[in-house]
């Protein structure tokens, strides 16, 4: 059943090495996202950034995801297929939850497959718009269940990225944040007897855009078990946040109300918490 988007990614400025972004795609506005897409602000290139294969296994990968979406739909009843339709505003969403309400609830696992399915494609292939889908679990689900089916997805989507990157990432990456990369490279080096606690505070603020870890994380070594780890842990609270704004969804004016100063603080304190034994040891060792 093909469905809607929703982590967590959204950049404020251009290359620079710290950046807000939506907090989740791991926790974001369609158009902050935007912003972070592959097509946003890049000139083009005078030659083709993959190569034959690196471009083959994409499409392949692409082809693959589709074709089981596509079959997902064709078992939904008749009368919902209409109803769906990627959102792009509130407004869009608040009508989806309407038409899908009664079909949550006369087929759940129908429902979750296809809800799952949808969230997994996004993550992977880097398409705008994963917060709606986070706003969707809180508004059908409540917070408990909500959490849960946005950190399983919003996890298994950045591992698929991960692997996908793992592939034919590099030359994207690159093409994309140079100056980035090369940041990010250098402070894992740096941090590689703690860096389940970087990677944990990565997920948790928004320093870094999720869609730059997912893609750049193994191509500067970072490996899976640490990646998986920190992003199932450090996606929780901007989980939380999401879904439960998403239990108000008639209420909430825009997805930017979902970050404001005072949620940017906590988030940052437990960001903070969570890189203070990185932090300490440093200490130490220049003691």
Not at 50 to 73: D, K, Q
Not at 75 to 83: C, I, L, N, Q
Not at 145 to 165: E, M, P
């Amino acid at each position: 059943m093909p469905m809607i988007a929703a982590p967590r990614n959204v950049t404020v400025a251009g290359d620079a090495p710290f950046q807000l972004r939506d907090i989740e795609n791991g926790g974001g506005v369609a158009a902050e996202e935007e912003e972070d897409s592959p097509s946003a602000k890049k000139p083009k290139s005078e030659k083709f950034i993959f190569n034959t294969w690196e471009f083959g296994v994409a499409i392949g990968f692409f082809f693959v995801f589709s074709i089981g979406l596509f079959c997902i739909y064709l078992t939904m009843p008749p009368a919902e297929k209409g109803h769906i339709k990627l959102p792009r505003t509130l407004s869009d969403l608040r009508l989806l939850k309407g038409h899908l309400s009664t079909y949550a609830k006369n087929h759940p696992a129908q429902f979750i497959l296809g809800y799952c399915s949808t969230y997994i494609f996004m993550q992977t292939f880097m398409i705008p718009g994963t917060i709606f889908m986070s706003l969707l679990a809180g508004a059908l689900f409540g917070v408990v269940r909500g959490i849960i089916l946005v950190v399983f997805n919003a996890t298994a989507g950045a591992s698929s990225c991960f692997f996908l990157s793992k592939l034919i990432g590099r030359p994207l990456v690159s093409w994309l944040w140079p100056e980035k990369l090369r940041f990010f490279q250098a402070e894992i080096a740096k941090r590689r007897d703690k860096l389940f606690n970087y990677m944990l505070f990565l997920r948790v603020t928004p320093t870094l855009p999720n869609l730059f870890i997912n893609l750049a994380s193994p191509i500067v070594d970072v490996p899976f078990h640490t990646f998986f780890l920190g992003t199932l842990v450090g996606l929780i609270p901007a989980a939380y946040i999401t879904v439960r704004a998403g239990l108000a969804l008639g209420d909430l004016k825009s997805v930017r109300d979902l970050y404001d100063i005072k949620t940017l603080s906590v988030l940052f304190l437990i960001g903070f918490v969570a890189i203070l034994p990185t932090l300490l040891k440093r200490k130490r060792v220049y003691e």
